[in-house]
Protein backbone atom coordinates (compact mmCIF):
# COMPACT_ATOMS: atom_id res chain seq x y z
CA UNK A 1 0.00 0.00 0.00
CA UNK A 2 0.75 3.79 -0.18
CA UNK A 3 1.03 6.21 2.35
CA UNK A 4 -1.36 8.77 3.03
CA UNK A 5 1.43 11.56 2.79
CA UNK A 6 3.33 12.50 -0.12
CA UNK A 7 5.66 9.90 -1.05
CA UNK A 8 9.05 10.29 0.17
CA UNK A 9 9.81 6.30 0.22
CA UNK A 10 10.67 3.56 -1.96
CA UNK A 11 7.50 1.57 -2.68
CA UNK A 12 8.53 -1.08 -1.14
CA UNK A 13 9.19 0.42 2.24
CA UNK A 14 6.27 2.84 2.09
CA UNK A 15 2.84 1.75 4.09
CA UNK A 16 0.28 0.65 1.60
CA UNK A 17 -3.54 1.33 0.88
CA UNK A 18 -5.69 -1.02 -0.20
CA UNK A 19 -7.67 -0.18 -2.89
CA UNK A 20 -11.09 -1.39 -4.11
CA UNK A 21 -12.89 -1.76 -7.52
CA UNK A 22 -16.29 -0.35 -8.36
CA UNK A 23 -17.62 -1.24 -11.54
CA UNK A 24 -19.80 0.73 -13.19
CA UNK A 25 -22.51 -0.89 -15.21
CA UNK A 26 -24.32 0.63 -18.60
CA UNK A 27 -28.07 0.92 -19.38
CA UNK A 28 -28.50 1.42 -22.67
CA UNK A 29 -29.70 4.63 -23.70
CA UNK A 30 -29.70 7.25 -26.54
CA UNK A 31 -29.49 10.66 -26.17
CA UNK A 32 -29.35 11.72 -29.61
CA UNK A 33 -30.77 11.25 -33.00
CA UNK A 34 -30.14 11.97 -36.70
CA UNK A 35 -32.30 14.16 -38.85
CA UNK A 36 -34.68 11.68 -40.31
CA UNK A 37 -33.65 13.15 -44.37
CA UNK A 38 -30.24 12.84 -43.42
CA UNK A 39 -29.87 16.48 -42.47
CA UNK A 40 -28.22 17.98 -39.50
CA UNK A 41 -27.82 16.34 -36.01
CA UNK A 42 -30.02 17.70 -33.67
CA UNK A 43 -28.97 16.48 -30.82
CA UNK A 44 -25.65 13.74 -29.94
CA UNK A 45 -26.03 10.10 -31.58
CA UNK A 46 -24.82 7.66 -29.15
CA UNK A 47 -23.50 4.44 -30.03
CA UNK A 48 -22.72 2.01 -27.21
CA UNK A 49 -20.99 -0.88 -28.59
CA UNK A 50 -19.27 -2.30 -24.92
CA UNK A 51 -21.74 -2.24 -22.13
CA UNK A 52 -20.02 -4.02 -19.05
CA UNK A 53 -22.43 -6.72 -16.84
CA UNK A 54 -21.81 -4.91 -13.84
CA UNK A 55 -22.79 -1.35 -13.82
CA UNK A 56 -23.38 -0.11 -9.86
CA UNK A 57 -23.17 3.70 -10.99
CA UNK A 58 -24.11 5.65 -14.24
CA UNK A 59 -22.71 9.56 -14.85
CA UNK A 60 -24.24 12.30 -13.91
CA UNK A 61 -24.64 15.69 -13.90
CA UNK A 62 -22.19 17.30 -11.63
CA UNK A 63 -19.70 14.09 -11.55
CA UNK A 64 -16.28 14.00 -11.64
CA UNK A 65 -15.34 11.56 -14.06
CA UNK A 66 -11.39 9.98 -15.87
CA UNK A 67 -12.00 8.72 -19.16
CA UNK A 68 -9.81 8.35 -22.73
CA UNK A 69 -10.79 9.25 -25.96
CA UNK A 70 -10.08 9.68 -29.86
CA UNK A 71 -11.34 12.31 -31.54
CA UNK A 72 -12.11 12.04 -35.51
CA UNK A 73 -14.05 14.15 -38.39
CA UNK A 74 -16.40 12.12 -40.44
CA UNK A 75 -13.46 10.93 -43.18
CA UNK A 76 -11.73 9.32 -39.80
CA UNK A 77 -9.05 11.90 -39.64
CA UNK A 78 -7.84 11.97 -36.04
CA UNK A 79 -7.33 15.67 -34.46
CA UNK A 80 -7.26 14.95 -30.79
CA UNK A 81 -6.29 12.23 -28.58
CA UNK A 82 -5.96 11.46 -24.48
CA UNK A 83 -3.66 7.78 -25.70
CA UNK A 84 -1.23 9.93 -27.51
CA UNK A 85 -0.49 12.48 -24.36
CA UNK A 86 -0.73 9.40 -22.34
CA UNK A 87 -2.84 11.21 -19.99
CA UNK A 88 -6.48 10.60 -18.99
CA UNK A 89 -9.20 13.45 -19.17
CA UNK A 90 -10.30 14.14 -15.70
CA UNK A 91 -12.86 17.08 -15.28
CA UNK A 92 -16.75 17.33 -13.86
CA UNK A 93 -19.72 16.80 -16.45
CA UNK A 94 -22.50 18.64 -17.03
CA UNK A 95 -21.38 22.22 -15.53
CA UNK A 96 -20.11 23.47 -18.76
CA UNK A 97 -16.87 22.76 -18.63
CA UNK A 98 -16.26 21.02 -21.67
CA UNK A 99 -18.72 20.78 -25.33
CA UNK A 100 -21.97 20.41 -24.75
CA UNK A 101 -22.15 17.84 -27.22
CA UNK A 102 -19.32 15.67 -24.73
CA UNK A 103 -21.50 17.10 -21.45
CA UNK A 104 -24.48 14.68 -23.18
CA UNK A 105 -22.83 11.99 -24.39
CA UNK A 106 -21.37 11.09 -21.09
CA UNK A 107 -24.51 10.79 -19.04
CA UNK A 108 -25.54 7.54 -17.94
CA UNK A 109 -21.92 6.13 -18.89
CA UNK A 110 -20.85 3.06 -16.93
CA UNK A 111 -16.94 2.45 -15.96
CA UNK A 112 -15.71 0.58 -18.86
CA UNK A 113 -18.67 1.14 -20.98
CA UNK A 114 -17.00 2.13 -24.34
CA UNK A 115 -18.97 4.74 -26.70
CA UNK A 116 -18.97 6.22 -30.11
CA UNK A 117 -20.76 9.93 -29.90
CA UNK A 118 -21.16 11.94 -32.71
CA UNK A 119 -21.31 15.51 -31.73
CA UNK A 120 -23.11 17.95 -34.23
CA UNK A 121 -21.67 21.34 -34.80
CA UNK A 122 -23.84 23.30 -32.56
CA UNK A 123 -22.68 20.66 -29.76
CA UNK A 124 -19.57 21.30 -30.69
CA UNK A 125 -17.40 23.97 -32.11
CA UNK A 126 -19.96 25.25 -33.71
CA UNK A 127 -19.61 28.02 -37.02
CA UNK A 128 -16.30 29.40 -35.72
CA UNK A 129 -14.55 25.79 -35.37
CA UNK A 130 -11.10 25.39 -32.93
CA UNK A 131 -8.39 27.38 -35.00
CA UNK A 132 -5.93 25.51 -36.13
CA UNK A 133 -7.16 22.12 -35.26
CA UNK A 134 -11.32 22.35 -35.66
CA UNK A 135 -12.94 24.04 -39.12
CA UNK A 136 -15.96 25.50 -38.65
CA UNK A 137 -19.20 23.87 -38.87
CA UNK A 138 -17.36 19.92 -37.99
CA UNK A 139 -19.60 17.07 -37.17
CA UNK A 140 -17.24 15.07 -34.33
CA UNK A 141 -16.88 11.60 -33.90
CA UNK A 142 -15.40 10.72 -30.31
CA UNK A 143 -14.66 7.08 -29.32
CA UNK A 144 -14.84 6.94 -25.68
CA UNK A 145 -14.19 4.89 -22.76
CA UNK A 146 -15.03 6.00 -19.45
CA UNK A 147 -12.24 5.02 -16.80
CA UNK A 148 -13.72 6.53 -13.37
CA UNK A 149 -17.07 8.39 -11.83
CA UNK A 150 -17.23 9.71 -8.28
CA UNK A 151 -18.63 13.09 -6.47
CA UNK A 152 -17.46 15.03 -3.80
CA UNK A 153 -20.94 13.98 -1.87
CA UNK A 154 -19.24 10.27 -2.22
CA UNK A 155 -18.24 8.52 1.20
CA UNK A 156 -16.11 5.06 1.44
CA UNK A 157 -18.15 2.38 -0.01
CA UNK A 158 -18.15 -1.21 2.70
CA UNK A 159 -19.45 -4.24 1.08
CA UNK A 160 -18.90 -6.83 3.11
CA UNK A 161 -18.15 -10.35 1.12
CA UNK A 162 -17.29 -13.09 3.43
CA UNK A 163 -18.41 -12.79 7.16
CA UNK A 164 -17.20 -15.40 9.62
CA UNK A 165 -19.69 -16.82 11.61
CA UNK A 166 -17.36 -15.86 15.17
CA UNK A 167 -16.19 -12.75 15.48
CA UNK A 168 -14.81 -11.73 18.80
CA UNK A 169 -13.17 -8.15 18.27
CA UNK A 170 -14.24 -5.66 15.59
CA UNK A 171 -11.49 -3.17 14.12
CA UNK A 172 -11.50 -0.08 16.35
CA UNK A 173 -9.88 3.56 15.92
CA UNK A 174 -6.12 3.01 17.21
CA UNK A 175 -5.93 -0.99 16.74
CA UNK A 176 -3.12 -2.44 15.17
CA UNK A 177 -4.25 -4.59 11.77
CA UNK A 178 -3.06 -6.87 9.91
CA UNK A 179 -4.45 -7.68 6.99
CA UNK A 180 -3.58 -9.05 2.85
CA UNK A 181 -5.53 -6.80 0.10
CA UNK A 182 -5.62 -6.31 -3.81
CA UNK A 183 -5.58 -3.06 -4.85
CA UNK A 184 -7.23 -1.51 -8.27
CA UNK A 185 -8.46 1.49 -10.04
CA UNK A 186 -12.30 1.40 -10.64
CA UNK A 187 -12.06 0.21 -14.17
CA UNK A 188 -10.07 -3.06 -12.77
CA UNK A 189 -6.29 -2.45 -13.41
CA UNK A 190 -3.95 -3.56 -10.99
CA UNK A 191 -1.83 -1.23 -8.93
CA UNK A 192 -0.60 -3.51 -6.36
CA UNK A 193 -1.20 -6.12 -3.69
CA UNK A 194 0.33 -7.06 -0.65
CA UNK A 195 0.16 -11.17 -1.70
CA UNK A 196 2.97 -10.41 -3.80
CA UNK A 197 4.93 -9.73 -0.88
CA UNK A 198 4.68 -12.94 1.17
CA UNK A 199 2.81 -11.19 4.26
CA UNK A 200 0.04 -9.00 5.38
CA UNK A 201 0.22 -5.20 5.46
CA UNK A 202 0.69 -4.48 9.00
CA UNK A 203 -0.44 -1.30 10.54
CA UNK A 204 -2.36 1.56 13.18
CA UNK A 205 -6.14 2.36 11.76
CA UNK A 206 -6.81 6.10 12.55
CA UNK A 207 -3.52 7.18 13.37
CA UNK A 208 -2.73 8.80 9.85
CA UNK A 209 -0.73 5.81 8.76
CA UNK A 210 -3.56 5.26 6.40
CA UNK A 211 -5.19 7.19 3.79
CA UNK A 212 -8.22 8.44 5.56
CA UNK A 213 -10.50 6.47 3.11
CA UNK A 214 -9.00 3.18 4.21
CA UNK A 215 -9.13 4.37 7.72
CA UNK A 216 -12.54 4.07 7.61
CA UNK A 217 -13.14 1.28 5.59
CA UNK A 218 -11.57 -1.08 7.94
CA UNK A 219 -13.53 -0.39 11.09
CA UNK A 220 -16.09 -2.60 12.39
CA UNK A 221 -13.57 -5.98 10.35
CA UNK A 222 -13.70 -9.39 11.97
CA UNK A 223 -10.74 -11.15 11.46
CA UNK A 224 -11.33 -13.72 8.47
CA UNK A 225 -13.96 -10.66 7.19
CA UNK A 226 -13.51 -10.42 3.29
CA UNK A 227 -14.56 -6.68 2.06
CA UNK A 228 -14.79 -4.33 -1.01
CA UNK A 229 -13.70 -1.01 0.33
CA UNK A 230 -14.58 1.94 -2.74
CA UNK A 231 -12.39 4.96 -1.79
CA UNK A 232 -13.44 8.42 -3.84
CA UNK A 233 -10.05 9.89 -4.85
CA UNK A 234 -10.56 13.47 -1.78
CA UNK A 235 -10.51 10.05 1.13
CA UNK A 236 -7.36 8.60 -1.45
CA UNK A 237 -4.57 10.64 -3.21
CA UNK A 238 -6.66 13.32 -4.90
CA UNK A 239 -5.55 15.36 -7.45
CA UNK A 240 -1.46 14.56 -7.08
CA UNK A 241 -2.03 10.31 -7.28
CA UNK A 242 0.84 8.47 -6.78
CA UNK A 243 3.67 8.01 -8.25
CA UNK A 244 2.86 5.69 -12.08
CA UNK A 245 0.51 3.71 -10.46
CA UNK A 246 -2.57 5.58 -9.14
CA UNK A 247 -3.45 8.58 -11.76
CA UNK A 248 -4.76 11.82 -9.86
CA UNK A 249 -7.98 11.75 -8.73
CA UNK A 250 -8.26 7.72 -8.74
CA UNK A 251 -11.23 5.97 -7.11
CA UNK A 252 -9.54 3.45 -5.67
CA UNK A 253 -10.98 -0.40 -4.95
CA UNK A 254 -9.33 -3.08 -2.38
CA UNK A 255 -10.60 -6.15 -1.25
CA UNK A 256 -9.52 -6.63 1.64
CA UNK A 257 -8.82 -9.57 4.14
CA UNK A 258 -8.74 -9.32 7.72
CA UNK A 259 -6.30 -11.24 9.34
CA UNK A 260 -5.86 -9.98 12.86
CA UNK A 261 -6.11 -6.87 15.40
CA UNK A 262 -5.04 -6.17 18.52
CA UNK A 263 -4.66 -2.81 20.24
CA UNK A 264 -1.39 -2.24 22.78
CA UNK A 265 -3.65 -1.76 25.39
CA UNK A 266 -5.23 -5.43 25.07
CA UNK A 267 -5.07 -8.06 27.81
CA UNK A 268 -5.19 -11.64 27.49
CA UNK A 269 -8.84 -12.62 26.19
CA UNK A 270 -10.24 -15.98 28.25
CA UNK A 271 -13.72 -18.00 27.26
CA UNK A 272 -14.92 -21.24 29.08
CA UNK A 273 -15.93 -23.46 26.51
CA UNK A 274 -16.52 -26.42 29.26
CA UNK A 275 -16.16 -26.45 33.10
CA UNK A 276 -16.41 -29.72 34.51
CA UNK A 277 -18.74 -29.70 37.29
CA UNK A 278 -17.15 -30.20 41.08
CA UNK A 279 -14.01 -27.84 40.76
CA UNK A 280 -13.21 -27.82 43.69
CA UNK A 281 -9.40 -26.58 42.84
CA UNK A 282 -8.38 -23.90 40.36
CA UNK A 283 -4.74 -23.67 39.02
CA UNK A 284 -2.53 -20.70 40.41
CA UNK A 285 1.45 -19.85 39.69
CA UNK A 286 3.50 -22.55 40.63
CA UNK A 287 1.12 -25.59 39.69
CA UNK A 288 2.36 -27.71 37.36
CA UNK A 289 0.05 -27.96 34.07
CA UNK A 290 -0.50 -31.02 31.76
CA UNK A 291 -2.59 -29.75 28.99
CA UNK A 292 -3.45 -30.38 25.11
CA UNK A 293 -3.76 -27.46 22.44
CA UNK A 294 -4.76 -26.26 19.31
CA UNK A 295 -3.18 -22.96 18.49
CA UNK A 296 -4.07 -20.98 15.48
CA UNK A 297 -3.58 -17.62 14.04
CA UNK A 298 -6.90 -15.30 14.20
CA UNK A 299 -7.48 -16.29 10.60
CA UNK A 300 -8.12 -19.97 11.51
CA UNK A 301 -4.48 -20.76 10.72
CA UNK A 302 -3.38 -23.83 12.79
CA UNK A 303 0.10 -23.29 13.41
CA UNK A 304 0.78 -25.70 16.35
CA UNK A 305 -0.95 -28.64 18.20
CA UNK A 306 -0.01 -30.89 21.10
CA UNK A 307 -2.39 -33.67 19.83
CA UNK A 308 -0.61 -34.04 16.04
CA UNK A 309 2.45 -35.24 18.99
CA UNK A 310 0.15 -37.48 20.94
CA UNK A 311 1.78 -36.25 24.21
CA UNK A 312 0.56 -33.51 26.88
CA UNK A 313 2.36 -29.96 26.87
CA UNK A 314 3.81 -30.19 30.59
CA UNK A 315 4.74 -27.00 32.52
CA UNK A 316 4.89 -25.04 35.12
CA UNK A 317 2.52 -21.92 34.83
CA UNK A 318 3.23 -18.49 36.25
CA UNK A 319 6.96 -19.10 35.97
CA UNK A 320 8.07 -17.12 33.16
CA UNK A 321 8.45 -21.06 31.52
CA UNK A 322 6.02 -20.34 28.28
CA UNK A 323 4.52 -16.89 26.85
CA UNK A 324 3.12 -14.58 29.26
CA UNK A 325 -0.31 -14.61 27.91
CA UNK A 326 -0.20 -18.29 28.05
CA UNK A 327 1.23 -17.76 31.47
CA UNK A 328 -2.06 -15.89 32.48
CA UNK A 329 -4.60 -17.63 30.79
CA UNK A 330 -3.90 -21.16 32.45
CA UNK A 331 -4.02 -19.54 36.02
CA UNK A 332 -7.56 -20.01 37.41
CA UNK A 333 -8.44 -23.03 35.66
CA UNK A 334 -9.94 -26.70 36.40
CA UNK A 335 -8.92 -29.97 35.59
CA UNK A 336 -10.98 -31.19 32.96
CA UNK A 337 -11.62 -27.31 31.56
CA UNK A 338 -11.62 -26.08 28.01
CA UNK A 339 -10.76 -22.73 27.65
CA UNK A 340 -10.11 -20.43 24.45
CA UNK A 341 -7.36 -17.95 25.30
CA UNK A 342 -6.61 -15.23 22.99
CA UNK A 343 -3.67 -13.51 23.54
CA UNK A 344 -1.79 -10.10 22.21
CA UNK A 345 1.23 -10.07 20.29
CA UNK A 346 3.01 -7.80 23.03
CA UNK A 347 2.08 -10.85 25.56
CA UNK A 348 3.21 -13.44 22.98
CA UNK A 349 5.82 -13.06 20.38
CA UNK A 350 5.75 -9.71 19.33
CA UNK A 351 6.14 -7.76 16.41
CA UNK A 352 9.13 -10.14 14.87
CA UNK A 353 6.97 -13.63 15.53
CA UNK A 354 9.08 -17.01 15.64
CA UNK A 355 9.90 -19.15 12.82
CA UNK A 356 7.96 -19.90 10.39
CA UNK A 357 4.64 -20.04 11.33
CA UNK A 358 4.32 -17.26 13.78
CA UNK A 359 4.59 -13.69 11.96
CA UNK A 360 5.33 -10.49 13.34
CA UNK A 361 2.13 -8.78 15.38
CA UNK A 362 0.47 -11.64 15.40
CA UNK A 363 -2.60 -12.17 17.96
CA UNK A 364 -2.57 -16.38 18.96
CA UNK A 365 -5.17 -18.25 19.62
CA UNK A 366 -5.12 -21.24 21.94
CA UNK A 367 -8.21 -23.59 22.69
CA UNK A 368 -6.99 -25.51 25.93
CA UNK A 369 -8.25 -29.04 27.52
CA UNK A 370 -6.44 -28.73 31.07
CA UNK A 371 -5.81 -33.08 31.85
CA UNK A 372 -4.70 -32.20 35.43
CA UNK A 373 -2.20 -29.88 37.41
CA UNK A 374 -0.43 -30.08 40.48
CA UNK A 375 1.79 -28.47 43.08
CA UNK A 376 5.43 -29.87 44.64
CA UNK A 377 4.05 -29.09 47.81
CA UNK A 378 0.82 -31.07 47.47
CA UNK A 379 -0.10 -34.15 49.91
CA UNK A 380 -2.27 -37.01 48.29
CA UNK A 381 -6.24 -35.45 48.79
CA UNK A 382 -8.36 -38.58 50.63
CA UNK A 383 -12.30 -38.65 50.26
CA UNK A 384 -14.10 -41.37 52.19
CA UNK A 385 -16.79 -42.22 49.43
CA UNK A 386 -18.44 -44.98 52.05
CA UNK A 387 -18.08 -46.30 55.27
CA UNK A 388 -19.37 -49.72 56.53
CA UNK A 389 -22.17 -49.25 59.33
CA UNK A 390 -21.08 -51.54 61.97
CA UNK A 391 -18.50 -50.01 64.40
CA UNK A 392 -14.98 -50.12 63.11
CA UNK A 393 -12.37 -50.44 66.26
CA UNK A 394 -9.08 -50.77 64.24
CA UNK A 395 -7.85 -48.86 61.45
CA UNK A 396 -4.91 -49.71 58.87
CA UNK A 397 -1.42 -48.62 59.96
CA UNK A 398 1.77 -49.18 59.16
CA UNK A 399 3.40 -52.60 58.74
CA UNK A 400 -0.76 -54.15 58.56
CA UNK A 401 -0.97 -56.27 55.72
CA UNK A 402 -3.82 -55.26 53.61
CA UNK A 403 -6.09 -56.38 50.67
CA UNK A 404 -7.91 -54.26 48.53
CA UNK A 405 -9.66 -53.45 45.22
CA UNK A 406 -8.86 -50.41 43.09
CA UNK A 407 -9.64 -48.23 40.39
CA UNK A 408 -6.57 -46.22 38.29
CA UNK A 409 -7.31 -43.68 36.09
CA UNK A 410 -6.07 -39.99 35.18
CA UNK A 411 -8.08 -36.80 36.21
CA UNK A 412 -9.49 -36.26 32.54
CA UNK A 413 -11.15 -40.17 33.35
CA UNK A 414 -8.98 -42.30 31.34
CA UNK A 415 -8.86 -45.75 32.98
CA UNK A 416 -5.40 -47.17 33.54
CA UNK A 417 -5.24 -50.40 35.76
CA UNK A 418 -7.93 -52.21 38.26
CA UNK A 419 -7.07 -54.62 40.35
CA UNK A 420 -10.67 -56.44 38.97
CA UNK A 421 -9.01 -57.40 36.20
CA UNK A 422 -7.22 -60.01 37.90
CA UNK A 423 -10.18 -61.37 39.83
CA UNK A 424 -8.82 -61.25 43.23
CA UNK A 425 -7.94 -58.23 45.51
CA UNK A 426 -4.80 -56.72 45.63
CA UNK A 427 -2.21 -57.46 48.64
CA UNK A 428 0.45 -55.39 50.30
CA UNK A 429 2.28 -54.59 53.39
CA UNK A 430 2.11 -51.28 54.49
CA UNK A 431 4.95 -49.24 54.71
CA UNK A 432 7.43 -52.07 53.13
CA UNK A 433 7.71 -49.56 49.85
CA UNK A 434 5.85 -52.17 47.78
CA UNK A 435 3.16 -49.36 46.46
CA UNK A 436 3.65 -45.97 45.50
CA UNK A 437 3.99 -43.68 48.43
CA UNK A 438 0.89 -41.88 47.73
CA UNK A 439 -1.24 -45.15 47.75
CA UNK A 440 0.95 -45.74 50.59
CA UNK A 441 -0.52 -43.23 52.73
CA UNK A 442 -4.39 -43.17 51.46
CA UNK A 443 -4.67 -46.99 52.53
CA UNK A 444 -3.83 -45.73 55.95
CA UNK A 445 -6.30 -45.21 58.68
CA UNK A 446 -9.03 -47.21 56.39
CA UNK A 447 -11.49 -49.37 58.03
CA UNK A 448 -12.05 -52.79 56.35
CA UNK A 449 -15.08 -52.07 53.81
CA UNK A 450 -14.44 -48.32 53.06
CA UNK A 451 -14.47 -46.92 49.94
CA UNK A 452 -12.68 -43.84 49.56
CA UNK A 453 -11.15 -41.90 46.37
CA UNK A 454 -7.51 -40.88 46.53
CA UNK A 455 -5.36 -37.93 44.72
CA UNK A 456 -1.69 -38.94 44.03
CA UNK A 457 0.14 -35.87 42.46
CA UNK A 458 3.17 -37.49 40.28
CA UNK A 459 5.93 -36.99 43.37
CA UNK A 460 4.17 -39.52 45.52
CA UNK A 461 3.45 -41.82 42.12
CA UNK A 462 5.22 -42.20 39.35
CA UNK A 463 6.99 -38.88 39.04
CA UNK A 464 7.96 -37.04 35.94
CA UNK A 465 9.02 -39.94 34.05
CA UNK A 466 5.53 -42.02 34.29
CA UNK A 467 5.41 -45.76 34.34
CA UNK A 468 4.51 -48.00 32.14
CA UNK A 469 1.35 -47.44 30.79
CA UNK A 470 1.34 -43.94 33.18
CA UNK A 471 2.30 -40.45 31.46
CA UNK A 472 4.75 -38.81 32.94
CA UNK A 473 4.37 -35.89 35.69
CA UNK A 474 0.49 -37.45 35.86
CA UNK A 475 -1.46 -36.72 38.77
CA UNK A 476 -3.34 -40.64 39.71
CA UNK A 477 -7.25 -41.38 40.75
CA UNK A 478 -7.34 -44.30 43.02
CA UNK A 479 -10.73 -45.68 44.17
CA UNK A 480 -10.03 -48.13 46.69
CA UNK A 481 -11.68 -50.56 48.91
CA UNK A 482 -10.31 -52.29 52.05
CA UNK A 483 -11.40 -56.19 51.56
CA UNK A 484 -9.29 -57.53 54.82
CA UNK A 485 -6.46 -56.16 57.09
CA UNK A 486 -4.03 -58.18 59.17
CA UNK A 487 -1.88 -57.04 61.55
CA UNK A 488 1.76 -57.13 59.94
CA UNK A 489 5.34 -58.40 61.89
CA UNK A 490 7.83 -56.10 62.86
CA UNK A 491 9.98 -55.28 60.63
CA UNK A 492 13.09 -58.61 60.06
CA UNK A 493 10.52 -60.78 61.82
CA UNK A 494 8.80 -64.03 59.46
CA UNK A 495 6.66 -65.14 62.74
CA UNK A 496 5.91 -63.82 66.10
CA UNK A 497 4.29 -65.06 69.16
CA UNK A 498 1.33 -64.02 70.47
CA UNK A 499 2.27 -64.79 74.16
CA UNK A 500 5.60 -66.20 75.48
CA UNK A 501 7.67 -68.55 73.63
CA UNK A 502 7.65 -72.37 75.37
CA UNK A 503 10.36 -72.62 78.34
CA UNK A 504 11.88 -75.60 76.61
CA UNK A 505 11.49 -74.61 72.88
CA UNK A 506 14.61 -76.88 71.40
CA UNK A 507 12.62 -79.55 73.36
CA UNK A 508 9.49 -79.34 71.68
CA UNK A 509 10.44 -78.61 68.37
CA UNK A 510 12.40 -81.68 68.55
CA UNK A 511 9.62 -84.29 68.01
CA UNK A 512 11.32 -87.60 67.94
CA UNK A 513 14.02 -86.49 71.07
CA UNK A 514 17.20 -87.32 68.65
CA UNK A 515 18.72 -83.61 69.62
CA UNK A 516 18.01 -82.55 66.12
CA UNK A 517 15.26 -80.73 64.26
CA UNK A 518 15.09 -81.65 60.64
CA UNK A 519 12.76 -79.63 58.15
CA UNK A 520 9.86 -82.00 58.25
CA UNK A 521 10.13 -81.65 62.20
CA UNK A 522 10.21 -78.20 62.43
CA UNK A 523 7.73 -76.97 60.01
CA UNK A 524 5.73 -79.66 61.28
CA UNK A 525 5.79 -77.93 65.26
CA UNK A 526 5.29 -74.23 63.84
CA UNK A 527 2.50 -75.06 61.60
CA UNK A 528 0.93 -76.57 65.11
CA UNK A 529 1.74 -73.20 66.65
CA UNK A 530 -0.22 -71.01 64.16
CA UNK A 531 -3.02 -73.56 64.55
CA UNK A 532 -3.32 -72.89 67.92
CA UNK A 533 -3.06 -69.43 67.99
CA UNK A 534 -0.12 -69.23 69.92
CA UNK A 535 1.58 -67.46 66.74
CA UNK A 536 1.45 -66.11 63.45
CA UNK A 537 3.83 -66.24 60.17
CA UNK A 538 4.19 -62.89 58.18
CA UNK A 539 1.10 -62.25 56.12
CA UNK A 540 0.80 -62.16 52.54
CA UNK A 541 3.48 -65.38 51.73
CA UNK A 542 3.04 -68.61 51.48
CA UNK A 543 3.23 -70.84 54.35
CA UNK A 544 5.69 -72.92 52.88
CA UNK A 545 8.21 -70.52 51.69
CA UNK A 546 7.93 -68.40 54.88
CA UNK A 547 8.40 -71.87 57.31
CA UNK A 548 11.22 -73.13 54.67
CA UNK A 549 13.02 -69.51 55.04
CA UNK A 550 12.87 -69.51 58.90
CA UNK A 551 14.69 -72.87 58.74
CA UNK A 552 17.32 -71.65 56.58
CA UNK A 553 18.16 -68.43 59.21
CA UNK A 554 18.35 -71.47 61.99
CA UNK A 555 20.13 -73.88 59.92
CA UNK A 556 23.17 -71.88 60.58
CA UNK A 557 25.54 -74.59 58.88
CA UNK A 558 23.38 -75.06 56.20
CA UNK A 559 23.65 -78.95 57.19
CA UNK A 560 20.19 -79.87 56.95
CA UNK A 561 19.09 -79.55 60.63
CA UNK A 562 18.75 -77.39 63.39
CA UNK A 563 21.17 -78.60 66.64
CA UNK A 564 20.02 -76.72 70.35
CA UNK A 565 23.22 -74.29 69.76
CA UNK A 566 21.87 -73.21 66.53
CA UNK A 567 18.20 -72.07 67.66
CA UNK A 568 17.81 -68.71 68.45
CA UNK A 569 15.38 -66.56 68.74
CA UNK A 570 15.49 -63.46 66.76
CA UNK A 571 14.92 -61.05 70.07
CA UNK A 572 18.01 -62.56 71.77
CA UNK A 573 19.86 -62.29 68.49
CA UNK A 574 18.67 -58.34 68.21
CA UNK A 575 19.97 -58.68 71.73
CA UNK A 576 22.75 -60.05 71.54
CA UNK A 577 24.06 -57.75 68.84
CA UNK A 578 23.44 -54.74 70.63
CA UNK A 579 25.82 -55.64 73.56
CA UNK A 580 28.44 -56.21 70.77
CA UNK A 581 27.61 -52.99 69.32
CA UNK A 582 28.44 -51.77 72.72
Known amino acids: MFPAGPPSYSLLRLPLLQLLL ?77 ITGMDRGLMGMCVNERRRLIVPPHLGYGSIGLAGLIPPDATLYFDVVLLDVWNKEDTVQVSILLRPPHCPRMVQDGDFVRYHYNGTL ?67 VFHALLIDVHNPKDTVQLETLELPPGCVRRAVAGDFMRYHYNGSLMDGTLFDSSYSRNHTYNTYI ?48 FNVHVIDFHNPAD ?25 YHYNCSLLDGTQLFTSHDY ?19 GLQGMCVGERRQLIVPPHLAHGENGARGVPGSAVLRFEVELVSREDGLPTGYLFVWHEDPPANLFEDMDLNKDGEVPPEEFSTFIKAQVSEGKGRLMPGQDPEKTIGDM ?20 SDEDQERVHEEL
Open 423 to 441: GAPQEATLGANKVIEGLDT
Open 318 to 365: GQGYIIPGMDQGLQGACVGERRRITIPPHLAYGENGTGDKIPGSAVLI
Open 186 to 252: LDGTSFDTSYSRGGTYDTYVGSGWLIKGMDQGLLGMCPGERRKIIIPPFLAYGEKGYGTVIPPQASL
Open 379 to 403: VVEIKTLSRPSETCNETTKLGDFVR
Open 22 to 98: LVVQAVGRGLGRASPAGGPLEDVVIERYHIPRACPREVQMGDFVRYHYNGTFEDGKKFDSSYDRNTLVAIVVGVGRL
Open 551 to 570: FQNQDRNQDGKITVEELKLK
